[in-house]
């Protein structure tokens, strides 16, 4: 509940944040996002996400630069099946049933550079701040759990298309996410593919 709470405010914080600079004019994006394990991720759990939405304000401070923030959530998951599981020493075996979960959560203030404003507006950016992410690691009804913020960074690329003079787009991005490793829990990185639908005020 207090991670929620933490999260939750800081969205506040950035989003009103970017309103109050954005008098520009901006965009408020609202994505679906799909992430795709990579290196020690992919290890731990194999399949992708389709379980995933982001809210992200960017605020122009020049006709190509944009500040803003972004705060989503995303849930990997893996049924593993039935197996079964010995000991580092040999000497022990456990069977069950296995399955892995891994919730992320990022909150992080992000940064782009848009080559144009017409119909097609192409972009480059990054995002830097903080991953929450919890791993469960099931066999049965038993579970390993690592819980933690990470220090994290996002670079991406990606398009706008406005539908005709309105005020309203398709957002699509490809975003690589890395969270570093911390004290007690290892980095995780995906590939994330978003896509979603951009308001411009």
């Known amino acids: 509940m207090k991670k929620n709470k933490i999260f939750l405010t800081g969205i506040f914080v950035v989003l009103l944040g970017i309103s109050s600079f954005g008098q520009g004019g901006g965009i408020w994006n609202f994505d679906w996002n799909m992430g795709f394990p990579m290196g020690d991720t992919k290890d731990f759990i194999g399949q992708p996400s389709f379980r995933g939405f982001s809210i992200e304000g960017r605020g122009f401070v020049t006709q190509s630069i944009a500040i803003g923030g972004i705060g989503g959530y995303s849930v990997f998951y893996e049924n593993l099946g039935f197996v ?33 404003q017409g119909q ?43 539908f005709g003079s309105g005020n309203t787009g398709l957002n699509v991005n490809f975003k690589y996410n890395m969270a570093a490793k911390t004290k007690n829990n290892p980095s995780y990185s995906w590939l994330g593919i978003n896509i979603g639908i951009s308001y411009l005020f």
């Not at 000991?87 to 848009?114: A, F, Q």
């Not at 919890?134 to 406005?162: C, L, N």
């Open 84 to 116: 079964t599981t010995v000991s580092e020493d040999g000497t022990k075996s456990i069977y069950g049933y296995k399955r892995r979960y891994l919730n992320t959560m990022p909150l992080m203030v992000t940064g782009h550079y848009y080559f144009s």
């Open 120 to 162: 097609i507006q192409p972009y480059i950016g990054v995002g830097v701040g903080t991953y929450y992410i919890e791993s469960r690691d099931f066999m049965g009804i038993y579970y390993t759990q690592g819980k933690d913020w990470h220090f994290g960074f996002a670079p991406e690329v990606g398009v706008v298309m406005p």
